[in-house]
């Protein structure tokens, strides 16, 4: 079956800002829906993105909804909007947020993994749906799930900290995770939110080193954890999921790379003006 094209326009982004977005389209795409930039402003689309803090663009975007009521809205801004009825991403950090929005398929209000009452096809769908694994055979995956363990945490569970020795990555089945890391100055720095299909933890497993990051779950989570001892004779005798693994650690550094690029250009703004 045909992957199902997914039209996404934006309202109120510089170049730059277009490019990254359209970045993101592209290694969102998978074999089940192929994300694509509209061409122009009044094209009509699937999911509009809109610059909440860009005055114009709001103005746009009423307009626009005057047109296509059905269109899912994603807002970027500054402040996050935490109480509008759409979905909000905070500026300036885009990149990751948007990725783990389309991951989470929360503009598309597609319904998180069912795990319950047929649990291990459940893992295997899953784990299907991640960067990862989802272009593995049945058989890998069974394998996968074969030498993984399922845990159950709680809202605001601290997963990991940054700088703990890491032996286990997670794959997330059920709910949402905060990826962070600490400035100089003890002041908490959210690289991102990850969610269903989403990894976290895979540097410091593959490594065998510290942390890189704190992750935090936002919502009661059910994570599939993988430890390094039982993952790396796995790659050794499946080399094309050593290089799935290589491609989503590629995925991760673009997105860090056009995060950090967002950052430097937040706190150059004001010296420019």
């Not at 795990?115 to 893992?123: E, Y």
């Not at 709910?175 to 002041?187: N, T």
Request: aromatic share 4%; net charge negative; glycine share 6%.
């Amino acid at each position: 079956m045909a992957a199902k094209t997914i039209t996404v326009n934006v309202i109120g982004f510089m170049e730059r800002d277009r490019r990254m977005i359209r970045n993101i389209l592209s290694v969102a795409s998978n074999n089940e829906c192929s994300y694509r930039m509209a061409g122009g402003s009044h094209e009509l689309a699937d999911i509009l993105i809109v610059n909440a803090d860009d005055p114009a663009a709001m103005v746009a975007w009423n307009e626009y909804r005057q047109i296509d009521t059905d269109t899912d809205v994603i807002f970027a801004s500054a402040n996050s909007q935490f109480g509008s009825e759409h979905v909000c991403i905070k500026r300036p950090l885009i990149a990751s947020q948007l990725h783990g929005v389309l991951a989470l398929g929360v503009a598309r209000e597609e319904p998180a993994p069912v795990l319950a009452p047929h649990k291990h096809q459940a893992l295997n769908q899953a784990l299907n749906k991640s960067f990862l694994f989802r272009n593995m055979s049945p058989g890998h995956l069974e394998k996968i799930v074969a030498l993984s363990r399922l845990v159950t945490l709680p809202a605001q569970h601290v997963v990991f900290e940054m700088a703990d020795a890491g032996a286990e990555m997670c794959v997330v089945l059920k709910g949402r995770l905060k990826v962070s890391i600490a400035s100089r100055e003890g002041r908490e720095i959210v690289l991102g939110a990850v969610g269903p299909g989403e990894i976290v933890g895979e540097i410091a497993m593959l490594d065998g080193r510290g942390r890189s990051a704190t992750a935090v779950t936002l919502t009661p989570c059910e994570l599939l954890m993988i430890h390094r001892q039982d993952f790396m004779p796995f790659l050794e005798q499946n080399p094309k999921a050593a290089i799935d693994l290589i491609n989503v650690l590629a995925l991760r550094l673009r997105l860090n790379t056009e995060q950090l690029a967002e950052l430097i250009a937040e706190e150059e703004a004001p010296c420019q003006a």
